[in-house]
């Protein structure tokens, strides 16, 4: 069976620039995650939606950072514009309905120079 | 604001050898999870533990949550270099939201 999606792996890009991270979650689950990545604050939840809707976005740093789920098989998360703090690897998560694990991907790592 | 601790931040160790991390908060969890993270994955759920004072096994993994449900460890016995990966306990106060912890990175030495 097919994991969480996410794309690109990797991603280097210029301050300034818009960035967009893809995901795919696991087909049949309801709610997803944003999660970023870094050594000096470990893994922390940036959003997450249930059924395509947000429901908790209060990880989200700045008005920079954006992220929709058009429908329930993909999610995009969005920076722009970019600025070198934001490089981290950042993760998405699925979980199917009725609780169980969060199912993560193998992360976007980006590099804002 | 952290709200889970966990220690060691590192620990490298020879095979064969036990250890134990711990994972500690002043906050209540409902149930908490404990997750390994090997480099450029994800992290893969372990086991989660909801009852105060459970205990869990996981073949040479053993995993307690506190009796107060404010803590949890995990004891390795006779370490192996597959062990070797970044560990992550998460609690959960009831709702879907993970709250993670600041992770033990582990080696095992051959």
């Known amino acids: 069976d097919a994991g969480v999606i996410q794309s690109p792996r990797h991603e280097v890009t210029e301050m300034g620039q818009e960035v967009t991270l893809r995901c795919k979650p696991i087909?049949?689950?309801?709610?997803l995650f944003w999660y970023r990545q870094t050594m000096m604050r470990g893994l922390e939840l940036l959003i997450y939606?249930?059924?395509?809707?947000?429901?908790?976005d209060s990880g989200m740093p700045e008005d920079r950072f954006s992220a929709k789920m058009p429908n329930a098989s993909f999610s995009t998360l969005k920076i722009q514009p970019s600025e070198p703090r934001d490089s981290a690897v950042y993760f998405c998560?699925?979980?199917?309905?009725?609780?169980?694990?969060?199912?993560f991907g193998d992360g976007t790592r980006l590099s804002i120079l | 604001t952290q709200l889970l601790e966990q220690s060691p931040q590192f620990l490298s160790i020879q095979e064969g050898e036990n250890l134990t991390v711990y994972c500690n908060s002043s906050s209540v969890f409902s149930s908490l999870q404990w997750y390994r993270q090997e480099p450029g994955e994800g992290p893969v759920l372990l086991v989660t533990?909801?009852?105060?004072?459970e205990v869990k096994k996981l073949k040479r993994l053993t995993f307690q949550f506190g009796d107060a449900r404010k803590d949890s460890s995990l004891h390795i016995t006779a370490a192996q270099p597959g062990d070797t990966g970044l560990y992550l306990c998460a609690g959960s106060f009831g709702n879907e939201k993970l709250t993670f912890g600041t992770g033990t990175r582990l080696t095992i030495i051959p």
């Open positions: 087909s049949g689950h309801n709610s």
């Open positions: 998560a699925s979980r199917g309905t009725g609780g169980g694990p969060q199912h």
């Open positions: 939606f249930n059924n395509n809707v947000p429901i908790d």
């Open positions: 533990v909801v009852t105060g004072g």
